[in-house]
């Protein structure tokens, strides 16, 4: 996106007329763009009470920006597949947020100007800090759903060796509640099929005859049903083992399979739910095993994900919600900075021009020096220090905040791309 600078410069005459030669002088150069930001007459208070603002107004700069970068950068995991559209869900009050700043209004029903700064300063504080409360809440509860998702869903792919069997076997593949025989599953590859049918009978003793049978297949191998005498069982695994034939550590547990089907059932709704609106039509996709409705829902769910799950849901509506008002309570505390910065650098009465400058990428240097030209006259000692950076005045380097003839504030919009 873009860098803007948020100045102020002292609004009497002589400086109007230096204010316009500036504007006039940037936008012939092309060296930026610029708007006047509007800020209304607010109520200045003590010079004691206005200085600590100054404090408590940088904290919340950083973090109102903090909490909107966040929100943009969940917008964009949540958005994962449609990385090309997370721009067009970063609006402010529903417009672009160049829109916004450039015709910046201050909204007197959310921030009244008759209240004292310190109140308005409050406001915005308890409101970005609720947005941050709620979006650790819902962060929380979707990456849990998520990931629970994801471990299951892990379950129903790879090969026959690794994957979950809950939708691929059933009551009558096995012998159950035999206090002497077992039904195992063996795993064997495709070009054994032959030698399988030729040797599982022999592998050990007590294997019952013509018990085999497939009962899947992936691109790698069957899997196999047998049944022997169970005190064969470890005889039986080690001579298919060496066959080549992979026995699956499974035993047919009706209730365990049914929890495990309610489980991806249950999380495949949650996430729909949560995150498909009630208007959405899900795309149909055939189930691995027909009849099997757990499965269905959840290779339905996964494979809707793309098309509607994040961009209809209720967390992407949050997230864009609050993205606005995050972002809105920011621009407005940048509002406040330029407003008590500058009636500590000018002074009373309050009479300041505050502009807004998207400078040209080629042109960042020479426009900066073009500012100081123009503002030098408001702090002579600070301009000097700026034009000649080897000149040590003391009091100027105290901190590694830029400081400038003039009031500066930087929005940099590109930590949002």
Request: with cysteine; net charge neutral; proline share 3%.
């Amino acid at each position: 996106m873009s860098e803007f600078w948020l100045i102020s410069a002292p609004g009497d005459k002589t400086n109007l007329q230096a204010w316009e030669r500036m504007n006039a002088v940037t936008s012939k150069s092309n060296l930026s763009s610029n708007s006047k930001f509007h800020i209304p007459d607010l109520k200045v208070g003590t010079l004691d009470a206005l200085v600590g603002l100054s404090d408590e107004l940088g904290k919340l700069d950083s973090f109102a920006e903090s909490i909107i970068k966040k929100i943009a950068q969940y917008i964009g995991e949540v958005m994962e597949d449609s990385k090309d559209k997370v721009q067009e869900n970063l609006l402010a009050n529903g417009v672009d947020l160049i829109s916004y700043l450039t015709r910046f209004e201050w909204d007197m029903a959310k921030y009244p100007i008759k209240q004292p700064l310190k109140n308005i300063s409050e406001t915005l504080t308890k409101q970005v800090t609720q947005i941050e409360t709620d979006l650790k809440t819902r962060s929380a509860a979707y990456n849990n759903i998520k990931g629970n998702l994801q471990n299951l869903e892990k379950k129903t792919v790879g090969n026959l060796l690794t994957r979950t069997l809950a939708d691929i076997v059933h009551k009558e593949d096995f012998v159950l509640n035999s206090e002497y025989l077992i039904t195992l599953l063996v795993v064997v590859p495709k070009s054994s099929y032959v030698q399988w049918q030729k040797t599982y009978e022999s592998l050990s003793d007590m294997v019952v005859p013509r018990s085999t049978k497939m009962i899947a297949e992936d691109a790698e191998g069957g899997l196999f049903t047998v049944t022997l005498f169970r005190k064969v069982m470890d005889d039986f695994k080690a001579k298919a083992r060496e066959n080549r034939f992979m026995v699956r550590e499974f035993y047919f547990d009706e209730k365990e399979l049914k929890c495990e089907k309610e489980e991806l059932m249950k999380l495949a709704s949650d996430k729909k739910q949560q995150y498909v609106s009630s208007t959405s039509k899900v795309r149909q996709q055939p189930a691995m095993v027909p009849g099997l409705l757990a499965m269905e829902q959840l290779h339905t769910a996964r494979e809707s994900q793309h098309s509607c799950l994040f961009s209809q849901g209720p967390l992407l509506r949050w997230l864009k919600v609050n993205f606005s008002e995050a972002f809105v309570a920011w621009i407005h505390v940048k509002a406040l900075r330029v407003f008590v910065e500058s009636v500590l650098r000018y002074g009373l009465p309050v009479n300041f021009q505050a502009m807004l400058l998207q400078p040209n990428k080629k042109s960042v240097k020479r426009l900066r020096d073009v500012l100081n030209v123009v503002f030098k006259h408001l702090d002579e000692v600070a301009a000097a220090s700026i034009m000649d950076p080897g000149m040590d005045i003391p009091g100027l380097q105290l901190s590694n905040q830029e400081y400038y003839p003039y009031v500066y504030f930087k929005i940099d919009l590109s930590l949002l791309d």
